[in-house]
């Protein structure tokens, strides 16, 4: 039988020598572990000899620590003494926590009341931890791309057709030549356990019932297979957003989605390396604890913050430059760096030879790049800046498509194009179908909407976003997708007054 730890017994183990951390009353070794952290060795030794639970379990994947560490470095659990203590702890935050949940689920709107998605937008904020908040809303640098991105639709203007009859209006498509029942599908983003305990389950399970797509990104919270077992039934297609790191290990990920039943690869070319999200840093994944002082003025959080852990300062050693350039712990920061020299000639012939299935490039800004994808012959592309969050003064991905649209139509029978970034209306959606785009992602207001309602919330985002894209194609004097063509939109050179 393993021996059993006492609480004090664990908290000396504090040092690079000899580090160890707890998990759900599991007692881990991870001295080994803290030179090939993704994140680095800090944020580990900051919690050296502490319960890390609700940090680690809050943005990794589920059994990630079992997968990195070799068997022997699991010391044993805790001792009775030891784990009721912080089951005591751990029944406090959550009682906390559903105060604070209580007290702020009165804040927000009825659902029914949300009647676009500005409104879901506030009532998110109104109930999501400053940290959560800040994580989905931040951009890059001075957020001017982030801005620009929902700006640049306001300068695309309609020109709708008179006595056209629109009684029967059909908004459904294919994606890739998957089902969807509006013209928009879910673009992957990291994280959803941040606003939300049930996370990328509350997408998977909204995209199912309102028969839309999600992707699923690379670095869910969640697991891949904890996403596919969410689904309503087999059938519901999913995407996959892969960011490759090495080859072995993209490999290992794409043949692990292939068996799980997910249906196209979204390859992400836009976040070579990480944008730098000031918001994002400011009030980043610093141990809970070391925010406990300033967090008493903030809105509460899903996990809320009472531990006894008492995290250490940083040590500045073993650094390397983009941590020292990055004073603190992020999503990104946590996660493996991605390929650097991805290149059109090796990388999509290795992604052809290893996957069967359509393969999406992620992240296009640029005609050229447009051309080169479709000479490469994938599936398909999303034009996209990833929000705001990477390149700052990236062009509004609808401004591209116009782009493409002008000198390169051609590109437009080659694959399919689809855009994301900005879009909040379903005019956008309308805009960007007009000039060429098959479908539109959404990120940022799907992770809102589950911080805030949960599935019923993705639900109703997809619900609203139907009726605004009826009613447009209505008095557009559209009835079907096909009939949204480019000269039904004008981009004037002024900039409309636009209330962000
Ligand atoms: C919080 C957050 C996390 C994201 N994580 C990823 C990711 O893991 N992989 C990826 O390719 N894109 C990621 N994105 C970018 C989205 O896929 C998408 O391009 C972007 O959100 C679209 O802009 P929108 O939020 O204005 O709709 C993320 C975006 C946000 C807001």
Redesign the pocket.
């Known amino acids: 039988m393993s021996r059993r730890w006492s609480l004090q017994e664990v908290a000396q183990h504090d040092t690079s020598s000899s580090c160890w951390v707890i998990i759900r009353t599991k007692v881990y070794d991870v001295t080994t572990f803290l030179s090939v952290h993704p994140g680095g060795a800090d944020i580990i030794l900051r919690h050296a000899g502490l319960d890390v639970t609700v940090e680690y379990e809050s943005i990794h994947q589920p059994h990630t620590l079992e997968r990195s560490l070799p068997a022997e470095s699991y010391m044993g659990d805790l001792n009775s003494v030891a784990a009721h203590r912080l089951a005591q702890e751990h029944a406090l935050r959550r009682g906390m926590s559903d105060e604070f949940c209580m007290e702020n689920n009165c804040r927000k709107p009825p659902i029914d009341r949300v009647l676009n998605l500005r409104v879901m937008e506030e009532a998110a904020k109104s109930v999501m931890s400053s940290r959560a908040w800040d994580?989905?809303?931040s951009g890059s640098d001075d957020e001017i791309t982030?801005c620009e991105?929902?700006r640049a639709f306001s300068r695309f203007f309609f020109m709708p057709r008179a006595m056209m009859p629109v009684s029967n209006c059909d908004i459904s498509t294919t994606i890739l030549g998957f089902k969807s029942s509006i013209p928009v599908f879910i673009?992957?983003?990291?994280?959803a356990r941040l606003g939300h305990p049930l996370g990328e389950a509350n997408i998977t399970r909204g995209a199912g019932r309102t028969g839309i797509i999600q992707?699923v990104?690379?670095?869910?919270s969640l697991s891949y297979a904890e996403i596919a077992a969410s689904r309503i039934s087999d059938a519901q297609a999913l995407f996959f957003?892969l960011?490759k790191h090495t080859d072995a290990l993209a490999e290992t990920r794409i043949h692990e989605v292939e068996s799980l039943g997910y249906n196209a690869i979204?390859l992400?070319v836009?976040?070579i390396v990480s944008g730098f999200r000031v918001r994002e840093i400011r009030d980043s994944f610093v141990p809970q604890g070391t925010e406990r002082a300033s967090e008493q003025t903030q809105t509460p959080v899903w996990h809320a913050n009472v531990s006894s852990n008492v995290p250490r300062a940083p040590t500045t050693s073993s650094r390397t430059d983009e941590e020292v350039v990055k004073p603190t712990i992020t999503?990104a920061t946590v996660v493996k760096p991605v390929d650097r020299d991805m290149s059109w000639e090796r990388t999509i012939p290795w992604l052809r030879m290893v996957s069967r299935l359509p393969i999406v490039i992620?992240?296009i800004q640029t005609v050229e790049d447009a051309v080169l994808a479709a000479d490469a012959g994938v599936d398909g592309i999303?034009v996209?800046?990833?929000?705001?969050?990477q390149l700052e003064f990236s062009l509004p991905p609808i401004e591209v498509l116009y782009k493409i649209r002008k000198q390169r139509p051609d590109v437009f029978g080659k694959l399919e194009v689809y855009l994301?970034?900005?879009?909040?209306r379903g005019t956008d959606v309308v805009k960007a179908l007009c000039l060429g785009a098959r479908a539109v992602?959404?990120?940022?207001?799907f992770?809102f909407a589950q911080s805030a309602y949960g599935e019923e919330g993705v639900v109703q985002v997809v619900r609203i976003l139907e009726r605004e894209i009826l009613t447009t194609m209505r008095l557009l004097g559209a009835s079907t997708l096909k009939d949204l063509e480019p000269s039904l939109v004008e981009r004037v050179d002024w900039q409309p007054r636009y209330k962000l």
Not at 384 to 389: A, E, L
Not at 420 to 424: A, E, F, Q
Not at 441 to 445: A, N, Y
Request: hydrophobic content about 30%; glycine content about 20%.
């Open positions: 994580y989905y809303s982030l991105n929902m673009s992957g983003a990291a994280g992707m990104s690379s670095n869910a957003q960011y979204f992400t836009d976040a999503i992620k992240g999303v996209s800046n990833h929000g705001g969050r994301d970034g900005g879009v909040r992602g959404l990120g940022r207001p992770l």
